[in-house]
């Protein structure tokens, strides 16, 4: 299984996690595979040391792949996640009441997003 945090608004427009898992098939020399997901674009990006961007719904569904630091989500409910570099968020919270991103260390931070089809 190849885990994913998953970031979505409930009925009630607060942001929840949800982990979540894809089944890997077994490939021969290559390793273990998922399923082929669709996808619509990939995003690459750099923050500055001092991100901190208060609340806020992603812009569209998309994965989050951290590469080089590490962020705290905090949804509106209070609870805290810290995610390192390596692992993998499901950004689903395009509405509702939304999300607080921090960076975890004071250094710029690269990511990836890959966008995911309406």
Avoid: C, W
Avoid at 9 to 37: C, H, M, Q, V, Y
Avoid at 57 to 73: S, T, V
């Amino acid at each position: 299984m190849f885990p994913v945090t998953r970031v979505y608004s409930d009925s009630n427009g607060d942001t929840r996690f949800e982990d979540i898992a894809f089944p890997l098939k077994e490939a021969g020399d290559i390793g273990k595979l998922s399923e082929a997901l669709p996808v619509k674009s990939i995003i690459f990006r750099e923050v500055e040391a001092s991100y901190d961007y208060n609340f806020h719904n992603a812009p569209q569904k998309q994965y989050l792949i951290l590469i080089d630091g590490g962020i705290e989500i905090e949804t509106t409910l209070g609870e805290k996640r810290r995610f390192q570099p390596g692992e993998v968020l499901l950004l689903e919270d395009t509405e509702g009441k939304g999300h607080r991103t921090r960076n975890l260390e004071p250094k710029a931070r690269k990511s990836v997003f890959i966008t995911l089809p309406d």
